[in-house]
C-alpha cells in the first residue's frame, strides 16, 4: 500500500491536532502523515503529557479511515501501530516487545508510546488518528519521566527521523491492508507472539493490590486475560490493571 508524502512541520503543539484540523478543513487520504522533532504539548495514554528534547526525537500522527471497522473492534487499530513499530524498531535493537496495550518496551523499559483517538460514526470507526513518540537520541530523560529509554542510549548511534518513520508507515500500512482485507485473525496472533512479559509470572497491580499472574490471553476488544499463582482468572480492560516494574 503506497501512502501519501508525509507533512514535516518544525514545531506544533501536538501532531494529533494538527492532523485532525488538517483533516477537518479538507478530506485526506488514508495514511497521511504529519511529523515533527519538536512538540509544546504532546498528549499520552492516561491523560498523560508526553515530554521529549526538542529536536531529539520522532514525533508522528498518522490517519486512516476504517469506516468498514466496528468500534467494539477498535483495538485492532492499536495492534496495527504497535506491530509495526515493534517490528521496525526491532531490526534495530533486540528485546522489543509491545507491552499491553500498545506501548513498545526495550527490555523492561519505555521506548516508545502511542495514542490513539478514533471517531465514531454510528456503530463503526469513522476515523482513527494515530499518533507516537519514539525516544531516538535523547541522551539524558527528566527524573520524573518512569523508566524511558532511547535508541541512543540502548546502541550508542545517533538516527535521522525520516527512514524510521518511513519504514514504520510502511508496515502500518501492509497491516492496515491486512485488517481491510478482514484478517483480523494473522494480526492478533502476531501481536501476542510480541508481547512484553508474556511468558511467566510478573507482578501487576489493580485495586486490590500487587499480585502476581501470567499472561493467558488478550481478547478482540483489547481485553488481558491473566492468571494468578492460584488459578485464578483475572480480566482487565485498560487502565483497570498496571505492571509493576
Known amino acids: 500500500m503506497n501512502y501519501p508524502e508525509p507533512i514535516f512541520v518544525s514545531e506544533t503543539t501536538s501532531t494529533n491536532n494538527y492532523l485532525a484540523n488538517l483533516c477537518d478543513r479538507q478530506n485526506q487520504p488514508d495514511m497521511t502523515t504529519v511529523y515533527t522533532t519538536y512538540q509544546s504539548a504532546g498528549r499520552g495514554q492516561r491523560g498523560n503529557t508526553w515530554e521529549s528534547e526538542a529536536g531529539a526525537n520522532l514525533l508522528f500522527s498518522f490517519v486512516v479511515f476504517p469506516e468498514f471497522l466496528e468500534a467494539r473492534r477498535q483495538f485492532l487499530l492499536s495492534q496495527v501501530t504497535a506491530l509495526a513499530l515493534q517490528e521496525v524498531l526491532s531490526a534495530y535493537t533486540p528485546d522489543v ?61 545517533r538516527y535521522e527521523q525520516r527512514p524510521i518513520l518511513e519504514q514504520v508507515l510502511e508496515r502500518a500500512a501492509c497491516y492496515y491492508e491486512l485488517l481491510k482485507a478482514g484478517d483480523a485473525e494473522t494480526i492478533a496472533g502476531r501481536y501476542k507472539e510480541v508481547l512484553y512479559r508474556r511468558d511467566g509470572f510478573y507482578p501487576y497491580e489493580d485495586e486490590a493490590g500487587i499480585f502476581q499472574a501470567r499472561i493467558i490471553d488478550i481478547e478482540p476488544i483489547g481485553k488481558l486475560i491473566l492468571e494468578d499463582e492460584t488459578g485464578l482468572r483475572r480480566e482487565y480492560m485498560f487502565k483497570e490493571v498496571s505492571y509493576v516494574l
Open 97 to 157: 516487545t509491545i507491552k499491553w496495550p500498545n506501548d513498545i518496551y526495550w527490555k523492561d523499559r519505555k521506548l516508545c508510546g502511542t495514542l490513539i483517538e478514533n471517531d465514531l460514526t454510528g456503530t463503526c470507526i469513522s476515523r482513527s488518528i494515530s499518533g507516537t513518540g519514539i525516544n531516538l537520541n535523547q541522551e539524558q530523560f527528566p527524573a520524573h519521566i518512569p523508566n524511558p529509554v532511547s535508541l541512543f542510549q540502548i546502541t550508542g548511534k
